[in-house]
């Protein structure tokens, strides 16, 4: 059975960077699309960035454009989120989800990472 598990997440000042991962187990990595989601108190989860099976394609909210990166190591079965130049309005859980395609759902979410960022 497939599972996402994210770490790297803190308490981090306005301003810093941190660098999430989620690691994959259960699945082909390489088959799936990944994609990171945050999810704050009280909203709705959104869309924070995918990343195409190979690497080679990448896909960002507005909000974390020029900020965020992510990437992936297909050998280690990991996906990763580089934040950086946090801002207030970034704190909130983030979460790891796969699809085999733009036709399929995002599933098999992982537990989360809180990212809290203080001033």
């Known amino acids: 059975q497939a599972q996402l598990v994210e770490s790297g997440g803190g308490l981090v000042q306005a301003g810093g960077s941190l660098r999430l991962s989620c690691a994959a187990s259960?699945?082909?990595?390489?088959?799936?699309?990944m994609g990171w989601f945050r999810q704050a108190p009280g909203k709705e989860r959104e869309f924070v960035a995918d990343?195409?099976?190979?690497?080679?394609?990448?896909n960002y909210a507005d909000s974390v454009k020029d900020r965020f990166t992510i990437s992936r190591d297909n050998a280690k079965n990991t996906v990763y989120l580089q934040m950086n130049s946090l801002k207030l309005e970034d704190t909130a859980v983030y979460y790891c989800?796969?699809?085999?395609?733009?036709?399929?759902?995002?599933?098999?979410w992982g537990q989360g990472t809180q990212v809290t960022v203080s001033l």
């Open positions: 990343i195409s099976r190979s690497g080679g394609s990448t």
């Open positions: 989800a796969k699809r085999m395609s733009a036709l399929s759902n995002w599933n098999s």
């Open positions: 259960g699945l082909t990595f390489s088959n799936y699309k």
